[in-house]
C-alpha cells in the first residue's frame, strides 16, 4: 500500500495547487506522488478484478453508513443545504472513498497517495458554515476510526488572499459559497481557519507514526520548494 497524504487547509488556501506541485515530481522518471481526485488514475485501478472492486464498495458504504450514524448530530445543524446537496455530497463521498480505496490497492508502497479532500475535510466542511465547534470526543472518535494516513499537511494562507484565489479558479467557488456574499465567504474562510485549526490543537490519538506538517502557502514558490521535502522519505 502506498503512503497516504491528506491535504487540509480553508477554502482557497491552495490545496489542489500543491497536490499538481507534487504530482509534477519524478524520482528515477518514473511518477510517485498521485492526487485521488485525478481522472487519469482511472487506467490504475481498471486492472482491479471484479471481486476486488465489490468488496471495497461495501467497505466504503459500509464506512459512509457507520459515520453517519456516529455522527448523525451534525445533520440536525444548521447549514446552507440547497435541493439535493446533502444526498450528492454523500454520493461524492462515496466516490471520492471509492478511488481512495481502489488506489491504495494499485499503488506500490513506495509511492504517495494524496487524499484531497480526504476523510479530515469531510468530517470538518459542515463546521465552516455554522458557529458550532467540534467537540473533543468526537474528534478522538474520528481519529480512532476514520482517520488512516501518514502525513497531515495542514496549509495555511491570508484569508483575503484566499478569496482572491476562489474568484479566480476555473471550477469557481464551493457550492455551498455560491450564493454567499464577499462578507459572508470571508467569515465562512475565517471560521473554517478556527476548525482546522480546533481539529489540531485537539487531535491527540493521532495514529503513529502520523506527521503533521505544517505550510504557509500565502507565496506559492513556499509550496514548490515544499513538495521535495518527501523525497528525503
Same mark, same amino acid.
Given at each position: ?13 491552495? =490545496?489542489? %495547487? #500543491? +497536490?499538481? !506541485?507534487?504530482? $509534477?515530481?519524478?524520482?528515477? &522518471?518514473? *511518477? ?62 462515496? =466516490?471520492? %472513498? #471509492? +478511488?481512495? !480505496?481502489?488506489? $491504495?490497492?494499485?499503488?506500490? &508502497?513506495? *509511492? ?122
Amino acid at each position: 500500500m502506498p503512503k497516504l497524504i491528506e491535504i487540509i487547509g480553508s477554502p482557497g488556501s491552495g =490545496k489542489t %495547487f #500543491l +497536490c499538481d !506541485e507534487l504530482e $509534477k515530481i519524478k524520482k528515477n &522518471n518514473e *511518477k510517485i506522488f498521485f492526487h485521488s481526485s485525478n481522472i487519469n488514475n482511472n487506467k490504475i485501478f481498471k486492472k482491479l478484478n471484479f471481486i476486488k472492486k465489490n468488496l471495497k464498495r461495501l467497505k466504503v458504504i459500509f464506512i459512509v453508513i457507520f459515520f453517519c450514524l456516529i455522527f448523525s448530530r451534525r445533520f440536525f445543524l444548521k447549514k446552507i443545504y440547497k435541493k439535493k446537496f446533502f444526498f450528492n455530497v454523500i454520493l461524492l463521498i462515496i =466516490k471520492h %472513498f #471509492l +478511488c481512495i !480505496e481502489y488506489l $491504495k490497492s494499485s499503488l506500490p &508502497n513506495y *509511492k504517495y497517495l494524496i487524499t484531497e479532500p480526504g476523510p479530515i475535510m469531510y468530517f470538518l466542511q459542515d463546521y465552516f458554515y455554522i458557529n458550532k465547534k467540534i467537540s473533543k470526543f468526537e474528534i478522538n472518535i474520528f481519529n480512532k476510526f476514520f482517520l488512516n494516513t501518514d502525513f497531515i499537511i495542514h496549509l495555511k494562507c491570508n484569508p483575503d488572499l484566499s478569496i482572491k484565489r476562489l474568484h479566480k479558479r476555473k471550477r469557481g467557488l464551493p457550492i455551498r459559497m455560491r450564493n454567499l456574499n464577499d462578507k459572508d465567504i470571508k467569515k465562512t474562510i475565517l471560521n473554517s481557519i478556527k476548525v482546522i485549526d480546533n481539529y489540531i490543537k485537539n487531535s491527540k490519538n493521532l495514529v503513529v507514526g502520523t506527521k503533521i506538517l505544517k505550510l504557509n502557502t500565502t507565496h506559492s514558490r513556499i509550496s514548490k520548494s515544499f513538495k521535495y521535502n518527501f523525497l528525503k522519505n
